[in-house]
């Protein structure tokens, strides 16, 4: 398959301190990538930098063939790449209904909207159910499934995703990733950064072991599985 998104020895720095150092990766197009690693690791910079929230200090960032890293966050959402933040990030004080609107700026037919809010709405018939409920009074599974859904609805080429099970119960973990396994059988390309190690390699086809900056390790889940580190840092095996 064709990579859709390449990243070459990005670094990124906060003052002195490293953030990123040496990134190479490689998403290839219609595949659920996971990063995995503890917390300050750098996964949450590693799409920021994506995402051009924040431009990397040196290295390149390749999108459908073309270099985005020196790109405003704005003109990258437009090539197609959607960001769903850690701590969901959502107008709180909006409606369901008007929370999906704001996602889909970049849309440019009714008939696109159209279709990305009933496919949200499949994804997560919550949300439909709650639709002219105020964001912040939804529990923080519902305020999770808003977010994913908002962030889908401009029907991305690249789905980034930050945490997605942060302080959520076990029960709805599963219901979100069983939306994130939805996501990517409905093709669209996704890199998902997550801690909890087991809910990302069950539905990543590749993960990425991100540790004080670096890509230490590579792999599919079943060669992951074989390495004594990940299986008792990560796995708890």
Do not use: W
């Not at 670094?11 to 490293?18: E, F, I, M, P, S």
């Amino acid at each position: 398959m064709q990579d859709l998104l390449e990243l070459k020895k990005i670094y990124h720095y906060y003052g002195k301190a490293r953030a990123l150092e040496e990134i190479n990766l490689k998403v290839e197009e219609n595949a659920l990538d996971a990063v995995i690693g503890p917390n300050g690791a750098g996964k949450s910079t590693l799409l920021r930098v994506i995402s051009g929230l924040e431009e990397p200090d040196r290295g390149k960032i390749i999108f459908l063939g073309e270099r985005i890293d020196d790109m405003k966050a704005y003109k990258i959402a437009k090539k197609g790449i959607s960001h769903c933040p850690e701590r969901r990030r959502l107008f709180y004080d909006l409606n369901v209904e008007d929370n999906i609107k704001m996602g889909a700026y970049t849309l440019k037919s009714k008939e696109t909207y159209k279709l990305m809010k009933n496919f949200v709405y499949e994804l997560f018939p919550r949300l439909k159910e709650r639709k002219k409920q105020r964001a912040g009074t939804l529990s923080g599974g519902e305020q999770q499934m808003l977010a994913i859904a908002r962030a889908m609805m401009s029907k991305p080429k690249l789905l980034l995703l930050d945490e997605p099970s942060l302080g959520l119960a076990p029960k709805i973990k599963k219901r979100i990733f069983d939306a994130i396994d939805k996501i990517k059988q409905e093709g669209t390309t996704t890199l998902l950064v997550e801690q909890d190690a087991v809910l990302a390699m069950d539905v990543a086809e590749n993960i990425h072991l991100l540790e004080e900056g670096k890509i230490e390790m590579r792999g599919t889940k079943e060669e992951l599985e074989k390495e004594p580190r990940i299986k008792q840092v990560y796995l708890g095996i």
